[in-house]
Structures are given as C-alpha cells and as structure tokens.
C-alpha cells in the first residue's frame, strides 16, 4: 500500500445491546453528507437508543450540528445539500419519507439561541398545534401542558397573552422547548441550546434535559465537556479529518466510558482538554 495514502482506523462503537435493552430509535449506518460538492460527513454509523440522552462532542467544524440536522431533514433547506446511506426512525427510512412535515413533528429541534417567534408567549406555543388542525380545547390543554413540562407555567400563566419578547434568555429558550413540546414529538435535538445562556439558567435547561429523557429520546450537540457528562447517557466524539477535512466518527460510547476509559487516545487528549 501507498505509505502517502492515510487509512482512518474504524471508529470504536459501543455495544449498548449488552447493557441497555432500550430499543434504538434513531439508527445512522454508512451516513455521507454532502453540501454541494464539499464531503462535509463520512461514513457515521450509530445508534441512539429511545428515552435516553446522546451527546455529540467535538470541536468546532467538525460536523457535529450538520449531523444533528439530517436527523430531521433540515439540511433540505440547503440548496445542492444531500444525505446518502441510511437514517432510520424506528423502521422509517429518513432520508427518503416524503412527509417531512410529519418528520419534523415526530424529530423536534431546539437552536443555540432562543429564537421565540414575534408573537404571544401562548401563541408559540399554539403554534404548531394550530398547523396541526387541532381543535381549541386540545390546543389549550397542549399550551399548559407544555408550559408546566418546561417549568414555565407559574412564571407565565397570568401573562400568556404578553409578547414572548418579555421573557428572559433563559424563559425564552424554554418557551421554545415547550414549542417543541407541543406537537408530541418523539426525539428532541437540541443544538448547544445552553451556550447564549447564564449559568443558573443553563443549570434549569439541565435540569429539564434530565426530566425529559422520560418521556422523549434526546440528541445534544455540546462544546461543554462537563455539561456533556451531567446530562447524557452516551457520548459521540466527532473529528475533523486532518487530510480531507471532512467530520468524522472516532468513538460512540456509554458516557462514563467515553470520559474514564476512551479506547482511542484522540478521544482522551479531547476529553483531557489536550485540544479543541
């Protein structure tokens, strides 16, 4: 072989199956994303189980919010952007369901910055619901609910109709979980929704995380090692490959495995803050 020519080692995969028994609710095999004609991922291959939280870490440039966004079909606003292989929601093939609307009810996202939309703290909520058809008592029932989920309800409920704008950074990035909320998703991706945030509010979107993980399977995308360790139960380390500069899997693991006992040592030089 070519001694010019660089062969990646295989990323080290964790075998959840030997100790979780949770299913797998959103499944990447031989994923390949493209932005026109830039390879931007290569070959990601892993498996977030339902009801738990997945942490995507990595330096910056790497891929990881791309990666977050194939999950839902965002990249669809990008134009000349396209997946190949294969995303799976439950048995549901991502990459090729015409009903992407339905895709982005079922797989929610959740930005950096809140970005609440220019309208009553009741009526973002309601919003998607009302896209939904649902009717108003339904809708009502959905805007409390949400709102009492996400801790919001005491601190709102005498000012629904108040614009959403009145609310703090921390309150706003809630309102915008609750969004999410509304229209019963199934997986929450929440794109390092703490890093425009101050600390106590960062600590009750934390908190939230943790109490979600209940009812719904979370994917975060964190530059904050430590947040990464509180919150999630499995870790992905992504790298930016150093010749194609295309993002890259190193290893996916159960967390406590990725930070104490990482196989590969770009992963402990990462995680010892060596780098990135």
């Avoid at 080290?12 to 493209?34: H, I, N």
């Avoid at 977030?48 to 995507?56: D, G, L, P």
């Avoid at 209940?214 to 964190?222: A, E, K, N, Q």
């Amino acid at each position: 072989m070519d001694s010019s020519v660089r062969v990646a080692p295989a990323p080290r995969l964790g075998d959840p199956s030997t100790a979780d028994e949770t299913p797998v609710k959103l499944r990447a095999k031989d994923l390949t994303f493209f932005y026109g004609s830039f390879l931007a991922l290569k070959d990601i291959t892993l498996e977030i189980r339902a009801n738990r939280v997945t942490a995507i870490i990595g330096p910056s440039g790497c891929g990881k919010s791309t990666l977050l966004q194939t999950f839902n079909r965002m990249y669809d606003l990008v134009p000349g952007a396209k997946a190949r292989g294969s995303i799976r929601l439950n048995t549901e093939e991502v990459t090729t369901t015409p009903r992407i609307y339905d895709l982005r009810r079922r797989i929610g996202m959740v930005f950096q910055r809140p970005n609440p939309f220019p309208m009553s703290i009741y009526d973002n909520v309601a919003f998607g619901p009302r896209l939904l058809g649902w009717p108003a008592e339904r809708i009502a029932k959905g805007v409390a609910d949400s709102l009492r989920i996400t801790g919001l309800w005491d601190e709102v409920s005498d000012r629904l109709h108040r614009s959403a704008a009145s609310l703090s950074g921390g309150q706003q990035q809630r309102l915008c979980i609750a969004r999410c909320l509304a229209v019963g998703p199934e997986v929450i991706l929440m794109d390092e929704p703490c890093s425009a945030l101050d600390p106590i509010s960062t600590l009750r979107i934390e908190e939230l995380i943790r109490k979600l993980r209940d009812r719904y399977t979370i994917v975060i995308v964190t530059h904050n090692m430590q947040q990464a360790k509180r919150v999630s139960d499995y870790t992905a380390f992504m790298l930016i490959e150093p010749f194609l500069r295309h993002g890259e899997l190193i290893e996916f693991d159960r967390t406590d495995a990725i930070f104490n006992h990482p196989s590969d040592p770009r992963t402990r030089d990462y995680v010892d803050g060596k780098f990135g």
